[in-house]
């Protein structure tokens, strides 16, 4: 037709009237065509119950849906409260109640495939509507999407403050999508809400799977899915900016990892471009395909575990399981083969990605169906991989680079699972929340009213997170928090004095959680347990003041900090320190006891920690630590590093690693303390913070000092100078060296690359570090300075490879066969799985786990060494 059209208007006299005339047309025509094209893929964004719409923090336009409501039955809400994990006012801000059964008509192509994305935030609304008391149905088309359902209930169980559905909904043969909402008939008072609409036109993602157990392949082109999860394995968050036009989420696969060991992550080097080929680029975002999760380079240590991921999922129905590979380390086949199990059946016998990918950086994926049966511990999916060696690979390893996990309609067209029930550990840690003794000081009534809710929430929801080993799949968890919030909104706010009652009323700002699980202490009783603030008592001195030996309680020894009111670190760091360690208890932090703040004194009570700090051990000492010594220190440190950054709630960034900063006890057990700089909940939609630069000169990180930006990997940074320290026992910084000598971070690089860094090594332990274990150690270290934030290894990284050091080291002082240096498979299986567990979150039924626990290795026996396969 176009082409008629063109010869057409050439054979016409061209007259300049009938030329301007055609022309119009044919730029009409134009026009309309496009219009028309691109009319078959414009989503619709619509965010509830709003007039204008808005704009979201990615910069996506949320339109208002009253155009497509087929109801005038219904009440639009505005939230009174917004959660911190909330990634953005828009949509869940505003949305639309309904009290009898509505509906929204959509327009659709009925041949193609749409997400359909529903949002829902279940906050108190400028309504009388209790979100408690809403449950209702879904459907779109004559699909059951959702069934009974408690937005406030699921949030609950999964410490979520708000939720997002996903489906994949197959051609409907239907120019309308209609979603109707329906409140329940089975509870009195039931509603129906939702916040924020998304209908996004997708292609064709699934054509057919391997059913699990079975030769036979299952067509899945007509069936509808829901998205249960999908993870960047390895990586870190990736936002829907970052994804192609079908703006998915993508998160973070570690709160997934279960078993004997977490493996380590890699990332492609800059100079590797991802070669899709064949493989349209929508399947995965380029960042997916760009890390990976493997199980490390020792055959000895590969052999003895599976690598393995556990999912919760609805019983009764069957699930799709698409794994994402990209080995951009090897490019032969044969070189790396593995297996593949699903829920304990074997998926794939003998994976060799470069085997079907034919090439280096050539991504992949291959589906995989299984199904999960009602049964007593059934509602959940395992994924695990083991090197194979039935074709005689060069390497024994195994590689995962992405994840997603869809559950596929029934027969009766439904998606609908039963709401989730919530722990027991959860109930118990809400009866805890609610029966915190109420304090006096009305201030105090005042803060707990607009903040002690969301406090109580934030306790249970790590609690929870730890037992479930999840995080929140919706930005604003962990490493991917929505914005930059002091702990639990509270810990920077700043205090004042009271002239009344001689009591400062900066601890009416901590949280009633905080007061409950710490001890307030008079002044009378600091005094008497330091003598009087003797000088003879102090034991270290700090940016926030004297540090001071004292008893408590007829012979408890415990270490006491006292603010110095000239110090710059006041009111803040004094809130913070209490507000983040009354919430953390892990083997490898320092307890907090107490607190007490009365007549302009500011002091925080401690475990007393034997021997000191890790610096008074490794730099002029007498008795100077050995090297496996120092290992160990550096593990404990690297565990308790690891679980601020993985194991609480939010990501918890310290922000003054250091040696002085790193204590032992009597039994050398090592314990970061001084948390009095921290910040919490990273924006992995940013990857950083904006904040004034904070730490200790020698130990900042240079990128965060440049931009001012702050991630968890200036904490890598920081500790990777703390492991030269260790190793050449010498001060981050020494202003009487030469200029090219003083900062210890650059001094050591600079050796290390030429290949002179022994040279530099401690004497006293130059000549029993075995070379293997130095080299591991230094490339550690080294990885951990990179100047590129994003080229340093992640503190679980950091962690295998000290793990690994040791397990080096103890190999050449084989000599011994006790069970503190036995290095077989079974001790070292032992030791992951203990470093696995130390890294639990608060109130974990294994958080108090230690790394002699027969018991635990017991259970978890067959995890590493899996029968029946």
Not at 300 to 328: G, I, K
Not at 340 to 349: D, G, H, K, S
Not at 521 to 538: C, G, H, M, P
Not at 825 to 849: F, K, P, Q, T
Request: include cysteine; charged fraction near 20%; charge should be negative.
């Amino acid at each position: 037709m176009t082409r008629t059209l063109i010869l057409h208007y050439f054979s016409i006299a061209m007259s300049p009237i009938t030329h301007i005339s055609l022309f119009i047309f044919w730029i009409s025509f134009i026009l309309n065509a496009l219009n028309a094209w691109s009319n078959d893929l414009q989503p619709l964004v619509l965010t509830t119950g709003s007039v204008n719409g808005g704009i979201d923090i990615y910069g996506r336009k949320w339109g208002p849906d009253e155009k497509y409501l087929d109801t005038k039955d219904s009440i639009t809400t505005k939230s009174t409260y917004q959660d911190p994990s909330l990634v953005s006012d828009i949509p869940y801000m505003t949305g639309r109640i309904f009290i009898s059964e509505a509906s929204y008509k959509f327009p659709v192509k009925s041949d193609k495939r749409y997400w359909l994305r529903l949002h829902f935030y279940p906050s108190g609304a400028d309504t009388n509507f209790n979100p408690a008391d809403s449950y209702f149905s879904v459907d779109a088309n004559g699909l059951t999407l959702l069934k009974n359902f408690s937005v406030s209930i699921t949030c609950e169980a999964l410490s979520q403050a708000y939720l997002v559905r996903e489906y994949s909904l197959a051609p409907l043969n239907s120019e309308t999508l209609t979603v109707v909402f329906k409140p329940s008939d089975k509870h009195a008072g039931a509603f129906a809400f939702v916040n924020g609409i998304e209908v996004i036109p997708m292609p064709d993602l699934f054509d057919s799977a391997i059913l699990v157990g079975s030769s036979d392949q299952l067509d899945i082109k007509s069936l509808t899915s829901q998205t249960m999860y999908r993870l960047n394995v390895g990586g870190q968050y990736i936002p829907p900016t970052n994804d192609s036009a079908l703006t998915r989420d993508w998160y973070d696969d570690l709160p997934y990892v279960t078993g004997a060991s977490l493996g380590t992550t890699h990332y492609a080097s800059k100079n590797v471009k991802i070669q899709y080929q064949d493989m349209p680029e929508y399947v995965a975002p380029a960042e997916v395909y760009s890390s990976s999760r493997s199980m490390g380079v020792s055959e000895s240590v590969t052999q003895a575990f599976n690598l393995t991921w556990e999912f919760q999922v609805d019983s009764n129905f069957t699930y799709l399981l698409r794994l994402h590979f990209c080995d951009y380390h090897y490019s032969q086949p044969n070189q790396l083969v593995f297996s593949i199990f699903i829920n304990n059946q074997t998926a794939e016998p003998t994976a060799d990605v470069i085997g079907w990918t034919g090439g280096k950086a050539v991504p992949t994926y291959k589906d995989y169906v299984t199904y999960v049966k009602d049964g007593s511990g059934d509602q959940r999916l395992l994924l695990a991989m083991h090197p194979s060696d039935a074709t005689k690979p060069e390497f024994l390893d195994a590689l995962l680079n992405g994840v997603e996990i869809f559950k596929l309609s029934d027969t009766a067209g439904n998606l609908a699972g039963s709401n989730p029930q919530p722990s027991p550990m959860l109930i118990k840690a809400e009866e805890e929340a609610k029966s915190f003794e109420k304090p006096k000081d009305s201030n105090v009534k005042v803060l707990s009213g607009a903040a002690g809710g969301a406090t109580a929430f934030g306790i249970v929801a790590a609690i929870c997170i730890a037992f479930n080993q999840r995080r929140k799949r919706i930005p604003g968890t962990e490493s991917q928090t929505s914005s930059w919030l002091p702990i639990y909104g509270n810990s920077h706010t700043t205090g004042t004095k009271s002239s009344i009652s001689g009591k400062s009323t900066a601890s009416s700002h901590l949280s009633a959680a905080a007061q409950s699980l710490c001890r307030d202490f008079s002044l009378i009783e600091i005094k008497q347990a330091t003598k009087r603030f003797d000088e003879s008592n102090v034991i270290g001195v700090g940016g926030f003041g004297k540090v001071y030996k004292g008893v408590i309680d007829k012979g408890t020894k415990v270490a006491i900090k006292r603010s110095n009111p000239s110090s710059e670190q006041g009111v803040n760091e004094f809130l913070t320190e209490i507000e983040m360690l009354s919430k953390l208890r892990h083997k490898h932090l320092v307890s907090l006891i107490g607190f007490c703040e009365e007549d302009n004194e500011m002091c925080l009570v401690y475990d007393y920690m034997a021997r000191g700090t890790l610096r008074e051990h490794i730099i002029k000492t007498k008795q100077p630590l050995s090297w496996k010594q120092r290992l160990e220190i550096c593990i404990g440190a690297a565990r308790g590093l690891h679980y601020l950054h993985t194991g609480a709630r939010y990501t918890i960034i310290h922000r003054d690693v250091k040696t002085t900063n790193i204590l032992l006890d009597e039994n050398w057990v090592a314990k970061v303390s001084d948390f009095g700089l921290s910040k919490t909940g990273p924006n992995m939609n940013n990857g950083h913070v904006s904040t004034v630069v904070k730490g200790s000169f020698g130990y900042l990180d240079p990128e965060y000092f440049r931009r001012q930006q702050l991630t968890e990997k200036s904490d890598i940074y920081s500790f990777g100078v703390v492991l030269f320290e260790v190793l050449c026992a010498r001060p981050a910084l020494n202003a009487s060296l030469p200029k090219e000598q003083v900062s210890l971070a650059d001094w050591a690089l600079h050796c290390k690359r030429k290949g002179t860094l022994e040279d530099i090594i401690d004497p006293h332990i130059k000549q029993k570090i075995n070379p293997e274990c130095l080299k591991k150690f230094a490339d550690t270290a080294e990885k951990c300075l990179a100047d590129d934030g994003l080229e340093r290894p992640s503190m679980g990284d950091v962690l295998w490879n000290l793990e690994f050091s040791l397990q080096l080291q103890e190999n050449k002082e084989g000599s011994s066969h006790s069970s503190e240096n036995d290095t077989s498979d079974e001790s070292l299986r032992n030791r992951n799985l203990a470093m696995h567990y130390s890294n639990l979150g608060i109130g974990s039924e294994h958080g108090s786990v230690s790394d002699e626990s027969t018991e635990t290795n017991a259970i978890f026996s067959q995890i590493a060494n899996p029968k029946g396969r």
